[in-house]
């Protein structure tokens, strides 16, 4: 799915050919959400968009497989990067939301979200449709409401995706990072493990 490239590449000063092969391996922003242990020796950093269909079979079909194999065993651990594509509102909408349902309920909702993307995506309200599924992770319409008026963590959310566009040429989704290297687009588990073990040695 094609992101915001168009508009990121009006701000796009760094000349990507100059920048590490590792860089950002282990860059952090406050707005990242850790699945795993926090000291696991990988890191896989995953960049998607709540309204990309790969992304959200990634979370249905490959997800669960990687987080049985290295997230669970401690041996990696999945640094969440939203990037919101379009329909962008909607997108950004829909990223923002898991974020104000707290760290513990972080990855459920979003899980939901990704799980349940079809239906709402294609429901005459999407808003709606979302807030039925916040309610299951315990944030009434009200929270989200005021989750969406956050214009602090749409800056932020906007500003971590465009320093993966300016600085490692990410333009769609998803996206991973392992070990510092890039492997864009859908990525089936076998490549992820792949890399993942080429790393670990």
Request: charged content about 25%; hydrophobic content about 40%; some cysteine.
């Given at each position: 799915m094609?992101?915001?490239?168009?508009?990121?590449?009006a701000?796009?000063?760094?000349?990507?050919?100059?920048?590490?092969a590792?860089?950002?391996a282990?860059?952090?922003?406050?707005?990242?959400?850790?699945?795993?242990?926090?000291?696991?020796?990988?890191?896989?950093?995953?960049?998607?968009?709540?309204?990309?269909g790969?992304?959200?079979?990634?979370?249905?079909?490959?997800?669960?497989?990687?987080?049985?194999?290295?997230i669970?065993?401690?041996?990696?651990?999945?640094i969440f990067?939203?990037?919101?594509?379009?329909p962008h509102?909607?997108?950004?909408?829909?990223?923002?939301i898991?974020?104000?349902?707290?760290?513990?309920?972080?990855?459920?909702l979003l899980?939901?979200?990704?799980?349940?993307?079809?239906?709402?995506?294609?429901?005459?309200?999407?808003?709606a449709?979302?807030k039925?599924l916040?309610?299951?992770?315990?944030?009434g319409?009200d929270k989200?409401?005021?989750?969406?008026?956050?214009?602090d963590l749409?800056?932020?959310?906007e500003?971590?995706?465009?320093d993966?566009?300016?600085?490692?040429?990410i333009?769609?989704?998803?996206?991973?990072?392992?070990?510092?290297k890039?492997?864009?687009?859908?990525?089936?588990?076998?490549?992820?493990?792949?890399?993942?073990k080429?790393?670990?040695?």
């Open positions: 094609k992101t915001l490239a168009r508009l990121f590449a701000a796009a000063i760094v000349v990507l050919s100059a920048v590490p590792a860089w950002a282990e860059e952090t922003y406050p707005t990242d959400q850790v699945l795993g242990r926090p000291d696991a020796p990988l890191t896989i950093i995953e960049y998607a968009s709540t309204t990309c790969h992304c959200a079979n990634f979370h249905k079909t490959v997800l669960p497989r990687l987080k049985a194999e290295w669970d065993t401690g041996r990696a651990k999945l990067r939203d990037y919101p594509t379009g509102a909607l997108s950004l909408g829909a990223s923002m898991p974020h104000c349902a707290g760290p513990d309920r972080y990855f459920g899980g939901l979200i990704m799980d349940q993307q079809e239906r709402w995506m294609a429901s005459a309200n999407p808003l449709e979302l039925k916040s309610k299951l992770a315990g944030l319409e989200v409401d005021e989750c969406l008026r956050r214009q749409a800056n932020a959310l500003a971590r995706a465009r993966a566009f300016e600085k490692r040429g333009d769609g989704t998803p996206a991973f990072i392992v070990d510092g890039v492997l864009p687009g859908a990525r089936p588990f076998e490549e992820l493990d792949k890399a993942l080429a790393a670990s040695k």
